[in-house]
């Protein structure tokens, strides 16, 4: 039974020398541990880079990572308004059409109904040559800020439209200072407001309407509602 034991002994240490490299490459496939991690480390495989490669680098893999870039991300809704029926109509004219029809952006109105307004405004006046022999006079007072309106009481001439009465009266004020004297302010309820809205529209054309505006008018641009 001791010569099975010893057997058995020597046998075990044998295969533990083994394994540990010990004894050299003897088993099949098998190296010395330094040997092993020298043909792991692959040297030519590694650089090292400078700060300025590894900024690069970090910053080309975050551009690839991001779905879309400024010039396909588009604005959902963005308004302009609001407006009577006349400046409806010339802020339409004003936008710029084929820019809006390339980039397949939709334009639609809609309505609604306005608080208390306050408008600055002359007239009325009994046709169109007399409303444009005024708009004359006013230029050449340097008033360059207004617009034609028409209702059932005749022709008027439009100077501001404004949500408070004080911003009304401040461009009162400054009408007087140029030397207009007939200039005055009507409030105005139940008005019907309409707002153009631009639907689907990219951001870099999204700018650039909201650079336009209108003489005579306070209308904003912002998201729809």
């Known amino acids: 039974m001791r010569i099975v034991f010893f057997l058995l ?28 991690l020298s043909a792991q480390v692959q040297a030519e495989r590694f650089k090292v880079m400078s700060e300025a490669e590894l900024e690069k680098s970090v910053t080309g893999a975050a551009a690839k990572a991001r779905p879309q870039d400024a010039a396909t991300t588009k604005v959902a809704c963005l308004e302009w308004g609001g407006f009577d029926t006349d400046a409806l109509a010339r802020a339409r004219g004003a936008l710029p059409a084929d820019e809006l029809s390339a980039a397949s952006a939709r334009l639609e109105t809609a309505e609604r109904q306005a608080g208390p307004e306050y408008a600055v405004i002359m007239g009325p006046y009994v046709d169109r ?79 650039k309407l909201k650079q336009i505006n209108l003489p005579a008018s306070t209308a904003s641009w912002g998201a729809c509602r």
């Open 129 to 207: 040559p007399t409303t444009e022999r005024k708009m004359v006079e006013l230029r050449a007072l340097k008033v360059t800020d207004m617009a034609m309106t028409e209702d059932v009481r005749g022709r008027w001439i439009s100077l501001g439209l404004f949500d408070v009465e004080a911003n009304a009266k401040r461009r009162l004020d400054a009408l007087g200072t140029q030397g207009v004297r007939t200039a005055r302010i009507e409030r105005r309820t139940g008005q019907t407001r309409n707002y153009m809205q631009v639907r689907d529209v990219p951001v870099a054309l999204a700018d």
């Open 9 to 36: 002994l020597a046998l075990n240490l044998l295969v533990l020398a083994a394994w540990q490299g010990w004894l050299g490459p003897v088993l099949p496939g098998q190296s010395r541990e330094p040997a092993r």
